[in-house]
């Protein structure tokens, strides 16, 4: 079993800055892609950055140029930098990541991290 953690979300003023992190643990051989998806109440889950294990990025059209996403492989940790965030960036934030257990490969997702943004 293999369990993501995610930390780092709150309450911040439009124009501010969050740091979110996430962390996996349980039987872990590998980790390819990671990514930071959100989610607002009746809406789809929007993918919002993600980063390949070599370091490739990708990011929703609306946040480019204000996040960045990084990871530290040894620590099985994925990072999600957000500045000048907008009321509009509301949501639950969920971090994603493709586990390698070994025995078999699987998309885990953690529980989620509210982050909120005033105008």
């Known amino acids: 079993q293999v369990h993501l953690v995610e930390s780092g979300g709150g309450l911040v003023q439009a124009g501010g800055s969050l740091r979110l992190s996430c962390v996996a643990s349980g039987r872990i051989n590998n980790i390819n892609g990671m990514a930071w998806y959100r989610q607002v109440p009746g809406a789809q889950r929007e993918l919002v950055a993600g980063i390949s294990r070599r370091g490739i990025t990708d990011y929703l059209d609306s946040v480019k140029g204000r996040f960045t996403i990084s990871r530290d492989n040894a620590k099985n940790m994925v990072f999600l930098q957000m500045n000048n965030l907008r009321p509009e960036d509301t949501a639950v934030y969920l971090c994603?990541?493709?586990?390698?257990?070994?025995?078999?490969?699987?998309?885990?997702y953690g529980q989620g991290t509210q982050v909120t943004v005033s105008a």
């Open positions: 994603e990541m493709d586990v390698d257990t070994g025995s078999d490969y699987l998309d885990y």
